[in-house]
């Protein structure tokens, strides 16, 4: 039995290598992004992760944690969260996220964690009863949460072709 926010389609190639397409329930395109998760602090300053995430669409992502770390505890105490996300190779196209964060926790996560996993990593993660049981008593000892971050507002940088664009339409002050 799959997680309540997946569904597969068809595998695309990407970069040499086979990619499974994903899909959440709503049809939205998930994808593996690389991120900083940025939480607030009981004693009014910020918290930032690096961190692995999935994008479900433009305005859904989802990371994985322990209930024991920094980012976790905030959430919990102050679900206002911000995500900054980057291209692969850092210098590129990137995006600012502010929303709600909720945090989803075993054993009721356990089906949407192993497809997280499965779509980050790319690969199956095992099948059967017996594995799924060693798998969620292992998560269970890590504490492992899923966390869905709500977006509420986006900003994006330029793409680097429409910062070409707008450079070479300024006029310079000896063209005039």
Request: charged share 30%; hydrophobic share 40%.
């Amino acid at each position: 039995m799959r997680g309540a926010l997946f569904r597969r389609a068809r595998r695309l190639p990407l970069d040499g290598k086979e990619f499974r397409k994903v899909r959440d329930v709503t049809g939205r395109i998930v994808r593996p992004v690389r991120a900083v998760l940025i939480t607030r602090r009981r004693a009014e300053g910020i918290q930032a992760s690096p961190v692995s995430a999935l994008a479900i669409g433009e305005e859904s992502f989802l990371v994985t944690s322990s209930e024991v770390t920094a980012k976790t505890r905030n959430i919990q105490r102050d679900p206002r969260v911000a995500l900054c996300v980057v291209s692969d190779n850092w210098y590129g196209p990137w995006r600012t996220v502010e929303g709600k964060a909720e945090i989803r926790t075993l054993p009721g996560a356990f089906e949407d964690l192993k497809e997280f996993h499965r779509v980050r990593d790319g690969g199956p993660l095992g099948a059967g009863a017996e594995y799924d049981a060693r798998l969620l008593a292992s998560w269970q000892a890590e504490a492992k949460v899923l966390i869905a971050v709500h977006a509420e507002r986006v900003a994006r940088a330029p793409s680097l072709d429409e910062l070409a664009a707008t450079i070479a339409s300024r006029q310079l002050p000896g063209d005039r």
